[in-house]
C-alpha cells in the first residue's frame, strides 16, 4: 500500500464542511469514456472538457485578461512556485488576493508548482517533510512542505489549488517513481488535514510515473480520499503517446467518476482528445504559449513553422476560416516577417491563434461528445498528426 488510514471525510477542525465546487456531468459519449459537464465555482462556471491557459506568473504570456474572455476561456492556472518566491505571497495579499492581483474574476486554478520544483532545480533534496531547493530568481534556499503549499494558496485565494506531488522524469526507476508515489500519497493525507478554507477547492495527484501497477495503486489511494477533484500528474514528460494514454485510462477507471479530473502539462491535439475520451475533463499546458514564440501556429491543415522560407511570400491567412486577429487581418507572409525581426507583435497574434486553436478544439470535443462520435474526432486527429509527421520530415 502507498499511504494507508487516508481520510475518507472532508474534516475541517473537526466538523463537516461542503465542497466548494459542483462537478455535474451533461452528456457521456458512451462508446468512449468522454463525459461533457460543467464545474462550478463560487466565481462562476467552467464547462468541461476544457483547455485552461497558463497564466504561470499570474500572466498569460502576451495576452491580456480581457483577451481570454473574448475567446472564451472561464479559468486560468497560475503557479504557486513561482508566485511564492516573486513576488512573494504578502505582496499578492496585500492587494485582495490573486484575482485582483491579475485582473482576473473568473475561476483560477493554481498549481502546487511541484513539477518546476523538480525541474528547475539544479540543487534538490526529497524529504518525507517536503523539499529543499534553491530559488531560480536569487539562489536563496527554499524549504516547502506539504502543509505550507496548502497555506500558502489559501493565502493567495484560488478557486482551486493542488497538493504538493513529487514528479519523476522519464525514463525513471521503478524503485525512484514508487517512493515518488508513496511520497505524493503523504503529502496529500498531511495537505487534507490542515486545509481549512472554505471557499477553495482541492485537488489530489496521482503519480505513478510510466509503471501501470504504480499508477494503478496511487489512484487506488487517492480515491479514498474525499479531495474535490483529481489531477492526473508525470506525465507528457517524454514518454510515446500511447503509452501515457495507457497511464490516464488506468488512473480514469479507477478515480471517482462524480469529481473532475485534470491532466496536467499536456497540450497536443492529438493527446488532448485521446484524454477527453479516455474522462479527462480539465487540460493545461504551456506548449500553444511556447510554440507561437517560437513562430509555429497550429492550424487544422497542420502545423504551421513561420520560421520557413516557404511563407516569405504566402498571401493566405494561417487558417482558413479562424475568427482569430492573425487570420482575419495578416497573411503568412506578414506574420513571418513579423517573428523573423523580433516584433513583439508576432508573438501576441501567434499566442491569439494558438490558445483559440485550443479553445475550438474543446468546443470539438464538447460537440462530439453530443453527438456520439469521439472516435471520429480521434481518427481525424491521428491522421492530422501522421501528416505533421510526414512534413516535418520533407
Not at 174 to 187: P, Y
Not at 206 to 233: H, M, P, V
Not at 309 to 335: H, I, M, Q, V
Request: aromatic share 8%; net charge neutral.
Amino acid at each position: 500500500m502507498i499511504c494507508q488510514d487516508l481520510p475518507k471525510k472532508n474534516l475541517r477542525g473537526g466538523r463537516w464542511v461542503p465542497m466548494s465546487v459542483k462537478f455535474t456531468i451533461l452528456r457521456k459519449d458512451h462508446r468512449t469514456g468522454a463525459r461533457m459537464g460543467i464545474l462550478s465555482t463560487p466565481r462562476g462556471e467552467v464547462r468541461t472538457p476544457a483547455f485552461i491557459p497558463v497564466g504561470t506568473r499570474a500572466a498569460v504570456k502576451a495576452m491580456a485578461p480581457w483577451e481570454l474572455e473574448e475567446m472564451g476561456f472561464e479559468m486560468i492556472l497560475s503557479n504557486l512556485y513561482h508566485l511564492y518566491l516573486r513576488p512573494g505571497l504578502d505582496a499578492i495579499r496585500e492587494v485582495g488576493g490573486i484575482h485582483r492581483f491579475a485582473g482576473w474574476d473568473r475561476p483560477i486554478l493554481t498549481d502546487s508548482g511541484g513539477f518546476q520544483v523538480f525541474s528547475l532545480s539544479r540543487i534538490l533534496r526529497v524529504e518525507e517533510e517536503g523539499v529543499r531547493f534553491r530559488s531560480v530568481y536569487d539562489g536563496n534556499d527554499v524549504f516547502l512542505t506539504p502543509e505550507e503549499v496548502v497555506r500558502a494558496q489559501e493565502l493567495l485565494g484560488s478557486d482551486i489549488a493542488v497538493v504538493l506531488d513529487y514528479c519523476v522524469g522519464y525514463p525513471a526507476t521503478k524503485e525512484e517513481t514508487e517512493r515518488a508515489a508513496r511520497l505524493t500519497a503523504k503529502w496529500a493525507l498531511r495537505s487534507l488535514e490542515v486545509r481549512r478554507s472554505e471557499k477553495q477547492a482541492l485537488f489530489g495527484v496521482a503519480q505513478g510515473g510510466t509503471y501501470l501497477d504504480l499508477r494503478k495503486l496511487s489512484a487506488e489511494e487517492l480515491a479514498q480520499c474525499d479531495f474535490d477533484g483529481f489531477g492526473i500528474g508525470g506525465l507528457s514528460v517524454g514518454e510515446p503517446r500511447e503509452l501515457m494514454a495507457e497511464c490516464v485510462e488506468v488512473q480514469t477507471g479507477i478515480l471517482p467518476e462524480e469529481k473532475p479530473r485534470h491532466l496536467m502539462g499536456v497540450g497536443d491535439p492529438l493527446g488532448l482528445v485521446m484524454a477527453v475520451a479516455l474522462g479527462v475533463d480539465l487540460f493545461d499546458c504551456v506548449l500553444p504559449t511556447r510554440m507561437a514564440r517560437t513562430g509555429v501556429a497550429f492550424t487544422r491543415e497542420g502545423r504551421i513553422n513561420l520560421r520557413n522560407a516557404r511563407f516569405a511570400k504566402d498571401p493566405s491567412p494561417l487558417e482558413e476560416g479562424c475568427p482569430c486577429p492573425a487570420c482575419r487581418r495578416f497573411t503568412r507572409a506578414y506574420l513571418r516577417h513579423l517573428h523573423k525581426v523580433g516584433e513583439m507583435l508576432a508573438h501576441r497574434l501567434l499566442t491569439w491563434h494558438n490558445l483559440l486553436f485550443m479553445q475550438r478544439l474543446m468546443l470539438d470535443c464538447r460537440d462530439a461528445i453530443a453527438a456520439g462520435r469521439m472516435n471520429e474526432l480521434i481518427h481525424f486527429w491521428r491522421e492530422w498528426e501522421e501528416a505533421a509527421r510526414l512534413g516535418e520530415k520533407e
